[in-house]
């Protein structure tokens, strides 16, 4: 029956006999295991009173690693809830366990604690424990083991998040006798663990010594360099949670006296300014300056823009609320500008030349989070001192990056990615608005027009892919290549906006590279040169699948947060004679016009190319044949999707020639091998 016990239980229970009488006794992992597979949640609970006093009677006395005891201890417990686990344990014992050399012990009463994460009361049981929250402070920040830090930042963490309160944090009283709060956010808890955290004087004493680099050194009692600065990685790491639940607390001062004893200033600084200003020694420790840095993007993110209402034009390009509670922090601290420069300025004075090399990629990937969650911050922002548009000088660094780049120096993946984060509008050359002719140095006022289709790399071509696409769909849903840093729907008018740009974008850079269609394909046909072939496919697949929309009919007034967008008659009358307009309306009917109709279509319906002697097959999966196959029967198979609801005369032409391309799955055809390529060691 379901609720007999296991088969090996009198086994383990003389084992455990012999280990009690011989801690010398090597345990039996096996046997352990074999009785923690037969466990069910029907036999678990009358095994507990007979099991869990003999394996905890050990753990004091075992002279070998405890591993397989405290394993067998959180499997009897787990359908345990936290107030029934206390009869079983006490707050020394907790506290020991949390203060114990061994991992495995410390697990175990990670375990325990993390159960009292599931509701707001056993949370505020815990706040209640000084002793212990204190063990799980210095756990989490002063153990070697990965494991256990990581484990034990989780369960700190979900206290909390579920005891998340409304109350100030700062005005605790300590002996937690104060509990009028009633409602956290949410209606969840009272907010009593962030109390101990930040309102306990000794605890707040605690995450302040021992990340700060006052006292360092190899004396006893002392910790090295080294240490601290994995301790202050794991506190960043616990703010980014934090931040989002509670900012307040995190930049409210709690304990002025004692904060100022470590830098911080009284009358405008807390907890925040500790970690992101006076921690981190920045001038000689490059790699905790690269983490300060991502953990400066990981806020922008975490901490996200109100929801404003945008405006519903779609000539111009308006965006987002301007700024959010991490935003002005950042830019009230100073700490905003410092990053940007790290990118802006290729050699600043006061930092080494190889330092600035590992702080400008870091700093790209701020300022893309940054373009991406504040677009309308962006637009306006000015550089401190030199008054130059912030925008302005990204471009500006992005196309020195990209210009004179030979073919086989290595794609600046930092600042590409930077640029498909940027929006499309800002990205549209800055013509006139009564321009009659293209300017002469058109394509040199965007970097986008710079990447040149001459550079193989597929870094360069999931780039055009980003840029050509457009938006994500209303839904949310994100189709870009790269995956982009924030998966969250945009805004409706936004969307518009940037589908329209995205069209735009398009339509000029095939008047710069009439031949982008027949370069793609040859990129495509080189299957030895697999990413480059895949990313050639998946250019082609987001110009098919492309959210787009024409460009307004009138210009508009341009505001102070906003990027106007050129006019449809503008864009037509601005396209050289070598151009093919007008511009199409979507990316399927881009496919049914040239170029890319007598290109891109007897490409797409060709039979994929195969090694014939390549190891594994032709349906191996690792195959780079049948990768770069399966990209393009994926390309094909969304034009075939595109052409069923278009009714122009090629598109009736061309469905069912793709209905029978599809039906042939990615190979297109039937017991023959296709095009032969010589096979290379790839």
Not at 282 to 304: Q, Y
Not at 349 to 362: E, M
């Amino acid at each position: 029956m379901a609720d007999n016990p296991p088969a090996s239980l009198a086994d383990l229970q003389q084992h455990l006999l012999d280990v009690a009488e011989n801690p010398n006794t090597k345990l039996d992992a096996r046997l352990f295991d074999k009785v923690d597979a037969q466990l069910t949640e029907h036999n678990l609970p009358p095994l507990i009173p007979i099991l869990l006093p003999q394996l905890t009677s050990l753990l004091p006395i075992l002279q070998q690693s405890p591993e397989p005891v405290t394993s067998l201890i959180i499997t009897l417990l787990k359908l345990v809830p936290f107030t029934s686990c206390l009869a079983f344990t006490t707050p020394a014992s907790l506290v020991e366990a949390l203060h114990s050399p061994s991992p495995p012990v410390n697990i175990l009463a990670l375990s325990l604690l993390e159960k009292a994460a599931l509701s707001p009361p056993d949370a505020a049981i815990v706040a209640g424990m000084k002793e212990v929250v204190s063990g799980l402070v210095i756990l989490w920040l002063c153990t070697s083991d990965t494991e256990v830090a990581e484990k034990a930042r989780g369960v700190l963490e979900s206290l909390l998040e579920v005891d998340c309160g409304t109350s100030d944090a700062g005005d605790i009283d300590v002996n937690m006798e104060d509990s009028g709060s009633t409602g956290g956010k949410n209606g969840r808890g009272q907010g009593l663990m962030w109390r101990r955290i930040f309102g306990d004087r000794d605890i707040y004493g605690l995450l302040l010594s021992l990340c700060s680099l006052k006292i360092v050194g190899a004396d006893e009692g002392q910790r090295s360099k080294r240490e601290k600065t994995l301790s202050q990685a794991r506190l960043l790491g616990l703010l980014q949670g934090l931040a989002k639940l509670d900012f307040g607390t995190i930049t409210h001062s709690h304990h002025p006296d004692l904060e100022a004893s470590y830098g911080l200033r009284n009358d405008r600084e807390g907890f925040l300014d500790f970690a992101a200003i006076h921690m981190v020694d920045t001038k000689d420790d490059v790699l905790m300056h690269m983490t300060l840095i991502d953990f400066f993007a990981e806020l922008l993110k975490e901490v996200s823009p109100p929801d404003t209402n945008v405006s519903s034009s779609i000539a111009s390009l308006s965006l987002s609320p301007s700024s959010s509670s991490s935003l002005d922090f950042l830019v009230s601290r100073g700490l905003h500008d410092r990053v940007s420069s790290y990118y802006l300025d290729p050699a600043p004075k006061d930092l080494d030349p190889l330092d600035v090399t590992f702080l400008s990629s870091r700093a790209a990937t701020y300022l893309s989070v940054y373009a991406t969650n504040y677009p309308s911050h962006l637009l306006t922002a000015v550089r401190t001192g030199s008054g130059t548009s912030v925008l302005d000088s990204i471009l500006s660094r992005i196309s020195e990056a990209l210009a004179g780049r030979s073919p086989r120096q290595e794609a600046p993946s930092y600042d590409l990615h930077l640029l498909t984060c940027l929006p499309r509008a800002t990205l549209l050359p800055r013509i006139p608005p009564n321009a009659s002719i293209l300017p002469r140095d058109l394509w040199k006022s965007s970097p986008v027009f710079l990447i040149s289709l001459q550079r193989a790399g597929p870094e360069y071509l999931n780039t055009l892919a980003t840029l050509f696409h457009g938006p994500s769909p209303a839904t949310g849903e994100v189709v870009t290549y790269p995956p982009p840093l924030s998966l969250e729907p945009q805004r409706l008018p936004a969307l518009v906006s940037e589908a329209a740009a995205a069209r735009a974008l398009y339509t000029l850079y095939l008047a710069k590279e009439p031949g982008l269609y027949k370069t793609l394909i040859g990129y495509a046909d080189v299957v030895a040169l697999k990413d480059t072939a895949v990313a050639a496919l998946s250019l082609l697949s987001a110009i098919i699948t492309a959210n787009w929309k024409p460009l307004p009919s009138s210009a508009a007034v341009n505001s102070p947060n906003s990027a106007t967008l050129a006019t449809e008659d503008q864009l037509i009358s601005l396209l050289p004679p070598s151009a093919y307009p007008p511009p199409p309306p979507s990316g399927i009917s881009a496919m049914l016009c040239e170029p890319a109709l007598g290109t891109a279509i007897p490409y797409l319906l060709a039979p994929a190319q195969s090694f014939s002697n390549l190891v594994g097959g032709r349906g191996d999966a690792e195959s780079a044949a049948y990768k770069v196959a399966a990209a393009k029967f994926g390309a094909a198979k969304k034009l075939f999707d595109g052409l069923k609801g278009n009714t122009s005369s090629e598109a009736v032409q061309l469905r069912p020639l793709f209905a029978v391309r599809v039906a042939k799955g990615p190979w297109a055809s039937e017991g023959r091998p296709g095009a032969h390529i010589a096979s290379m060691e790839l």
